[in-house]
């Protein structure tokens, strides 16, 4: 193993008495080092007790002969910062799992050490203990299942067993001691006993834990005793520490526990004699805190940052774009070099020291760390904790937001001639009239935050309107603290915050059902389209496996809910192409319904078992099956299922092959379809199958191949063209597939055919008139026609029989069937279609903001052109149904 061992050893006999006096207690290991091997003697130090039959004498016996190895390893420059961490933190593991069997065994022979748990908090559970540190479990039990004699009662045992670990693994002897161990991170450390029940530290964290308690979990782990029972209990108040909804409160609590470690630090602020390298400015706690309070924020929503290291969550932080690189670089190497300086200062007399000596004492250190006095090591240090000091200032400077005008200054400043009468409303809302702002914290925060409110509701289209939603929203608020810290902490939140409550009312009422929606514009991704239909999928069944199946509809309809919002901010603020949005909201509904059909399969297996080679297949049609949707959309799909031999399904309670699809099916569509205590989802409408609303909800692949080839009418088949397979076992959807070609390329009387769409076009132009001047859908020569137009040629010439309108338009203009100017007419008023739905979802035009947006959405420079340019469409769709077909449709001028 490479390492400069020789003069290694040298420090250490020169500037550690402790590493000196450990040398000469172990004289085997001694030659292993002088001769440079350090692999070897690792592994020696380990052994060392292993024949001891006092568990007390042989951790001893451990510790000290590693502290020994990875000491000199240290300074040789052969074992790395993280090997020296990760030896530690497994030594501490070893210890608390043969302490807790010691324990119990002592008290119940031959018992496994079952419902007693050991979690690893702090740099113990980061893996990053440093050298003579002590360590800071929380200890549990499970009474039900904690080995005891028979009188003893389970509490009892149980703070019995936390003592004998405390004493085993503390006290110091001749041999010295193992770890120091500090169990004040329990719940209500005060009062409690040592070791806590399961029930009651859940009740403790679900209901009145801290923030800083949440902190410490960010790094616990179940290191020893019964690991599995641990695992589940970290599983079981994850939503704890891992929050869903944006919690901007962390930085308020993390600004007041630096106030405080600062204020408490009597020392100085800069590396000097006195300066300690954990507390003070710029130190390790600092960067630890960094990496913590981004976290915090935003672990919740991204699982990808729940690292329990330092280096690794400040990467994490990097990759997921919450952090420059730069940042987390320089952390990153600063958390490096303190950590070994903090490794040398406690390898002098093996104590739990942070704070630089003054004087021989000093340069001590420095030469034990190879530098060639104390002032070297002061200037070196300096250098590394300056950079972090500016870094953490900024996080909370950045958080903590610019010092507010004046509430008077404000209303002066704002340019609404009204602007005294609003900011005397808003002024209002703090009365108590509203139960989110009563209590004090609620109240602070939403000061903090009315300035630049009062703002942007002043430089709003139309601030009443605005207002009157924004009070809307607060009187559903359950609480208004973290809703106003989030709007403190990221201003710029506000202004995207009255675009969507003035302009896009289907947003803002959603808003006001669910304010938590709106953490979904914090995520750095927030304008961005989601991914394919398997990775949102993958983001509705994330961490779920385990759940009741109530709690996996509330997740499909949670995310659900933040996509669809998401995309209509984008839609708002005009980032994405409505095209695109319109592809994407289609995406979610079909992972929605892959999930929501599998889980309601799965819970109704559980007490009417399977078909065997079986399963329902989902068929989507109309927007959905052409790939997509608006946010207005329903869900047009049909349900079948593959005959199968088997007579009756293999569960408990077995149903017939008919009545347990249509019940199945009826259980996907109140997944769907029913509210949860998320909200609904989508309305779906299963009247295209067949024989309408008189058939049944689910059919088999045989009947539907019968009834259409025998019994559809023309305007079945032409709703067919626009079918896709979204979910169903492969080899069935491929057979559905064969069936839905074979009707749709089947021979047919084209002047029947023309007929048969003239008729249903005229019915339907009878009974559903446009609504307005923006209804491009029904308006004569909008979607709708074009769509009859498009299916008509398809089933005419069996060709461009693809589910994707706009493919399908592109096949047949290509055939030279219908005119290329087409193309860019389906273009405009699908986009016109998709943001209309948000901004002008009465289909008329509306005001002149959302009008602007609406331009922009369509390509267009002005809000002056969307009707003519809809009128110029519209005449291209009449002129080429009156080729096509030989009907003159009226178009409005």
Known sequence: MDGDWTNALARARAHSPFLSRMLDRFPELAGMLEAGKGAEALERAKALGSDEPDVAVALRRERSALALVLGVGDLAGAFPLSQVMEELTALADRALARAIADAIVRRVPDAEPEGFIALALGKHGAGELNYSSDIDPILLFDPERLPRRARDEPGEAAQRYARDVVRLLSDVTEDGYVFRVDLRLRPASEVSPLAISLGAATTHYESSALAWERAAYIRARACA??????????????????????????????????????????????????????????????????????????GGRDASLRCRGTRAALDALANAGRIEREDARL????????????????MVNDRQTHSLPDGDALDNVARLDGQEDGQAMIAALRETCRPVARAYDRLLAEDGGQEKAPLAQLAHELPDDNAADLAERVSGWSSGQYRALRSP???????????????????????DLALARWETLIERLPTAINFFRLLEARPALLGLLVDCLTIAPPLADELARRPELLDALIDHSAFDLPGDVEAIAARMRRGESDDEYEQKLDRIRIVTGEIRFALG??????????LHVAEALS???????????????????????????????????????????????????????????????DGPRPLGQTLYYNRLAQRVTAALSVPTAEGALYEIDTRLRPQGAQGPLASGLSSFARYQQEDAW????????????????????????????????????????????????????????????????????????????????????????????????????AAGSLPVDLVEAHRLLTRLLVGGRLLAPDLAMPGRVAAEVLAQQAGLDSPDRLLPAIASARRGIAAAWQAALGETMEIDR
């Not at 952390?331 to 406690?346: K, N, T």
């Not at 901010?569 to 409505?578: F, H, I, K, R």
């Not at 339907?764 to 446009?770: L, V, Y």
């Open 587 to 649: 995406r979610t509904a079909e992972a929605a319904l892959e999930v929501a059909t599998h889980a309601a399969a799965d819970e109704f297996a559980q007490r009417h078992g399977r078909f065997e080679n079986g399963g329902l297949l989902v068929l989507g049609l109309g927007r959905l099956g052409g790939g997509a949707l608006t946010h207005a959309s329903d869900l047009d799909i049909i349900y079948l299922f593959a005959e199968s031999a088997q007579g009756e399904a």
């Open 714 to 813: 023309t305007w079945e088949h032409m709703a067919l063209c626009r079918a896709r397979v979204l979910v169903g076992p492969e080899e069935s959807a491929a057979e559905l597939g064969r069936i839905i070609e074979g009707v749709l390329s089947r021979d047919r009387d084209p002047a029947k055919l023309r007929e048969d769409v003239l008729a249903m076009r005229g019915e339907m132009a009878a009974h559903k008139p446009a609504r307005g001047e923006l209804d491009v859908k029904l308006l004569r020569g909008g979607l709708v026609d074009l769509e009859f137009l498009i299916h008509y040629l398809q089933l005419r010439d069996r060709t461009a029989l693809v589910p994707d309108l706009s493919s399908a338009l592109g096949e047949l203009v």
């Open 441 to 463: 914290a609620a109240l602070a925060a939403f000061d903090a935050a009315r300035p630049d409110l009062l703002a942007a509701l002043a430089q709003a289209e139309a601030p």
């Open 331 to 346: 952390l990153g190497e600063s958390y490096d070099r303190l950590r070994v300086a903090e490794h040398r200062l406690q």
């Open 225 to 298: 005793g019964d690991i599995a029972a641990g695992e589940e209990f970290l599983e079981t108040i994850r939503p704890f520490v891992w929050r869903r909804s944006l919690d901007f409160g962390a930085i308020d609590e993390v600004r007041r526990l630096t106030a405080r470690i600062r204020d408490r630090q009597a020392g100085p602020t800069e590396p000097a004699p006195g300066f300690n390298l954990k507390l003070g400015r710029g130190g390790i706690r600092e960067i630890e805190f960094f990496a913590q309070t981004h976290q915090l924020i935003h």
């Open 569 to 578: 901010m984008q839609l708002v603020e005009a980032v994405q192409d409505p």
